[in-house]
C-alpha cells in the first residue's frame, strides 16, 4: 500500500508545484549520463555499425540498470529505518517521475505567446518541448505541434509512468523514464543514430505496447468527460492510430485530433531535413491557439483516469499476492 499512497502523494505534489527548474532532477542525471556515455563510447570504438549497435546495447543496459538499481536501493534502506520515511522517499520518487503540470506549463508558456502576438516567442518557447525545427514555422504550425507534443506525451509523460510505478514502484517507474529519455536522445532514425539508438528506440517502443493504446482509450473517456467528440475521437483512433513511424506514438495524437474535429501531424523538418509523415485526423476545422487549453484538458482528464485505474491495478496485486 506504501506505493499506492506514494504515487497519489507524488501526483498530487506534481499538479501543485510541477518541475522547480533550480532543483536537481533525476531526469536531467539520466541525460547527462546518456550524453557523457555516448560520447566515450564513441570515442573509444563506434566505427562500424556493428560496434556502434553493441555500443549502444551497452549504454542502454547500464543507464536503465542504474535508473532502477540505486532508487531500489534507496527506497530499501529506508525501509529498514522507518515505514514513514520509506513513504516520504517514495513519494517524492513518484513526484519526479510525473510529469503532468510541466507539460501544461510549458505549452501554456507557448499559448501565451501565441495570444500575445509574439510568433518569433511562440516558436522558441516551443522548441524547448519538441525536436522539430521550428524557426519557420506559422502560428497555425506551431499551435499544432503543441497540441501533437501534448497528446503525445500524456501517453509518454504521465499515463506510461504511472502505470510502471503500480506494478513495480518507483524504481520501475525511473527505468521507464531511463528508456523514454534514451530514445527521445539517441532513438533517431539517422545517419548518427541509425545503428547507436536502434535497440533503445526497440526497447521504447516494447515498453510502450500497453500504456501508449491504455491512454488512447482513457483519452477518448476524457473527451466525452470534458464534452469533446468522443465518438469521432474513437473513430479517427480506429483509422488514425498507426499513421506514425513508431507504432505507438500515433494513439493519444489520433484521439486528440478526432476529439477536437482538426488535423494533426504531416511533413516537418527536422534538423534541416524534410520528413514526410502521414496526417491524423480530419480538417474539420482551423486549428486554433485555444486548441492547446482544450489539449491541456484532456491531458488532466486523462492523467486522473489513468491515476484510477493504475490504482485499481494495484489494489488487485496485493489482493492477488
Same mark, same amino acid.
Given at each position: ?25 533525476? &531526469? ?12 566515450? +563510447?564513441?570515442?573509444?570504438? /563506434?566505427?562500424? #555499425? ?7 546495447? +551497452? ?6 540498470? &542504474?535508473?532502477? &538499481? ?23 520518487? /513518484? ?7 510541466? =507539460? ?30 521550428? !524557426? ?18 500524456? #501517453?509518454?509523460? &504521465? ?33 548518427? %543514430? ?23 482509450? +482513457? ?8 464534452? %469533446? ?7 479517427? %483512433? ?14 493519444? !495524437? ?33 486549428? !486554433?491557439? !485555444? ?9 488532466? =482528464? ?15 496485486? =496485493?489482493? =492477488?499476492?
Amino acid at each position: 500500500m506504501i506505493t499506492l499512497y506514494a504515487l497519489l502523494t507524488g501526483y498530487i505534489l506534481d499538479l501543485l508545484l510541477g518541475d522547480p527548474v533550480r532543483l536537481p532532477h533525476p &531526469v536531467r542525471w539520466m541525460g547527462l549520463i546518456i550524453s557523457s556515455g555516448e560520447a566515450l +563510447l564513441r570515442h573509444l570504438s /563506434c566505427r562500424t #555499425s556493428k560496434s556502434q549497435f553493441i555500443s549502444g546495447v +551497452l549504454l542502454t543496459l547500464v543507464v536503465t540498470a &542504474v535508473s532502477f &538499481v540505486l532508487p531500489y536501493c534507496l527506497l530499501r534502506i529506508a525501509q529498514n529505518i522507518n515505514l514513514f520515511l520509506a513513504f516520504g522517499l517514495e513519494s517524492l520518487m /513518484c513526484y519526479q517521475i510525473l510529469a503532468t503540470k510541466s =507539460l501544461k506549463v510549458e505549452s501554456m508558456s507557448v499559448y501565451q505567446a501565441l495570444i500575445g502576438g509574439d510568433l518569433p516567442e511562440a516558436r522558441k518557447k516551443l522548441s524547448y518541448i519538441v525536436s522539430r525545427d521550428t !524557426e519557420q514555422l506559422d502560428e497555425l504550425q506551431v499551435a499544432k505541434s503543441t497540441i501533437e507534443t501534448i497528446a503525445e506525451n500524456t #501517453s509518454d509523460g &504521465v499515463i506510461a509512468p504511472i502505470l510502471f510505478i503500480m506494478i513495480g514502484g518507483a524504481p520501475l517507474g525511473f527505468l521507464y523514464k531511463a528508456i523514454n529519455t534514451l530514445d527521445s536522445m539517441i532513438g533517431y532514425q539517422n545517419n548518427c %543514430y541509425l545503428f547507436f539508438g536502434r535497440f533503445a528506440a526497440k526497447l521504447d517502443d516494447a515498453a510502450n505496447i500497453v500504456p501508449a493504446r491504455a491512454a488512447a482509450y +482513457l483519452m477518448i473517456l476524457a473527451s466525452f468527460l470534458a464534452g %469533446y467528440d468522443a465518438k469521432n475521437a474513437r473513430k479517427i %483512433y480506429q483509422r488514425d492510430k498507426y499513421k506514425h513511424l513508431s507504432p505507438n506514438s500515433a494513439h493519444t !495524437e489520433a484521439v486528440c485530433a478526432g476529439a477536437l474535429n482538426i488535423l494533426l501531424a504531416g511533413d516537418n523538418y527536422y534538423f534541416g531535413k524534410l520528413v514526410k509523415k502521414p496526417t491524423i485526423g480530419d480538417d474539420n476545422r482551423q486549428i !486554433e491557439a !485555444e486548441d492547446i487549453k482544450r489539449t491541456n484538458r484532456l491531458l488532466y =482528464l486523462t492523467s486522473f483516469l489513468g491515476l484510477m485505474l493504475a490504482s485499481g491495478i494495484r489494489l488487485a496485486i =496485493l489482493q =492477488l499476492f
